[in-house]
């Protein structure tokens, strides 16, 4: 099993900054690809980035691409959500996985586990 924990989330105006954590705990964080995840009111979740067990590759769904980076430190066994930029259309809960990168032209994860996410919530 692994236990994932988000923080970071809240109230942002449009064009701002923040920092989504996934702290986990439990099976060896390492042996995963980690990922994001969101989910905006009435809608589906949709893939937002991933990034591989040792940080080789990288995937970010084009709606933020440049706009949003995702990293992991394997000695905090924690994964990262920088997000800059921000717009409205960020707003949504965020949900950090661990589990497989099941597409390689786009990185899509496969989740085995998730947090019970955090909301993320940007003002025009």
């Known amino acids: 099993q692994v236990q994932l924990a988000e923080s970071g989330g809240g109230l942002v105006q449009a064009g701002g900054s923040l920092r989504l954590s996934c702290a986990a705990s439990?099976?060896?964080?390492?042996?995963?690809?980690m990922g994001w995840f969101r989910q905006a009111p009435g809608k589906e979740r949709e893939f937002v980035a991933s990034?591989?067990?040792?940080?080789?590759?990288?995937y970010h769904a084009d709606p933020v691409k440049g706009r949003f980076s995702i990293s992991r430190d394997n000695a905090r066994n924690t994964v990262y959500l920088q997000m800059n930029n921000l717009k409205p259309e960020d707003t949504a809960v965020y949900f950090c996985?661990?589990?497989?990168?099941?597409?390689?032209?786009?990185?899509?994860?496969?989740?085995?586990?998730w947090g019970q996410g955090i909301q993320v919530t940007v003002s025009s």
């Open positions: 439990g099976r060896t964080f390492s042996n995963y690809a």
């Open positions: 990034i591989r067990w040792n940080a080789g590759n990288r």
């Open positions: 996985g661990a589990g497989r990168i099941t597409d390689w032209s786009t990185g899509f994860l496969s989740g085995d586990y």
